[in-house]
């Protein structure tokens, strides 16, 4: 990849209505200001979508062709991902539905973060086909996902590995006194290994 041509991250949020409201825009503001004050600004190019509807998913990825896929938003207990239908109230998607849309991403997308509660399972599906993703292994607070985030993209802009930078994202949980650093899980496709800072 040549290194003059930015690092595209596409962050999708959806916080439907008839669910419990999070605070998805203090989370994108905070990755933001990250980047923007990183050593090397350009190396990465923000682009955002908001209330994203099951539709809208294929086609912004089209249009942006990221590397580094960010969901911030709801997920069930089954492992599904919570987006919008029409009117903006829930619309959940299996696990199988997305991997195999990733399937279709192989080559492009290098990173998928799911930043939504319960999302292991929509991350291990996910990493059959793209290198590294990170899901949540139970329930997870807003400001434990917003300290991950924000380790993780401060991690990144500071030329850090994607294995590393995960590290750094529990480790920014740890450092504000939140008590779910064993929450975020890596995937990696190689070995389809889950890495937890609960795993010695």
Known sequence: MNSDIPVKILFLAAD???????????????????????????????????????????????????????????????????????????????????????????????????????????????????PYVIGMNDAIGDKAAIAFAVGFYKALAANRSIAEAYKFGCVEIQLQGIAEHLKPVLYVKKTLSSFSTAKS
């Open 16 to 130: 439907p209505s008839d669910a419990s409201r999070l605070r998805l825009g203090q989370e994108l503001r905070d990755i933001k200001e990250r980047l923007q004050i990183a050593k090397e600004r350009g190396k990465y190019q923000l682009e955002q979508r908001e209330s994203v509807r099951v539709g809208d998913i294929t086609q912004t990825i089209f249009d942006v062709e990221p590397q580094i896929i960010h969901f911030s938003g709801h997920g069930t207990n089954q492992g599904e991902l919570c987006f919008e239908n029409e009117l903006g109230q829930i619309q959940a998607v299996e696990a199988d539905a997305l991997a195999a849309m990733f399937e279709l991403l192989v080559g492009q997308v290098n990173c998928v973060l799911l930043n939504a509660c319960y999302s292991e399972i929509q991350a291990h599906a996910i990493a059959e086909h793209i």
